[in-house]
């Protein structure tokens, strides 16, 4: 059982950065997909960024590619999410998950564990 919590939300101007933190415990980073989900009120989840367990791969929805930077540390069992040039449309609550021993998986069917959610608020 993998238990994922994270931090680091907040409210932030358009134009800013934050970075999102996910401490992990009862399984490692490093055998596990990691996914950064983001659920904005009256929409569904939506992927935001994986890396998957090898960390060879990676995946970035197109609205973040470019702002966004989705890393882990081993050592830390942590996986972060560098959010820069933050737009008021990223707004939403952002949630860490975990997917077993996986490549890049997107769909949120592939993940077992989930935190809590950290909320994001990027005002204009």
């Known amino acids: 059982q993998v238990q994922l919590v994270e931090s680091g939300g907040g409210l932030v101007q358009a134009g800013g950065s934050l970075r999102l933190s996910c401490a992990a415990s009862?399984?490692?980073?490093?055998?596990?997909?990691m996914g950064w989900f983001r659920q904005a009120p009256g929409k569904e989840r939506e992927p935001v960024a994986v890396?998957?367990?090898?960390?060879?791969?990676?995946y970035y929805a197109d609205s973040v590619k470019g702002r966004f930077t989705i890393s882990r540390d081993t050592a830390k069992n942590m996986v972060y999410l560098k959010m820069n040039s933050l737009k008021p449309e990223d707004t939403a609550v952002y949630y860490c998950a975990a997917a077993g021993p996986s490549g890049v998986a997107v769909s949120l069917n592939h993940y077992k564990y989930w935190g809590q959610g950290t909320q994001v608020t990027v005002s204009s």
């Open positions: 009862g399984g490692t980073v490093s055998s596990n997909a």
């Open positions: 890396i998957s367990a090898s960390a060879f791969g990676t």
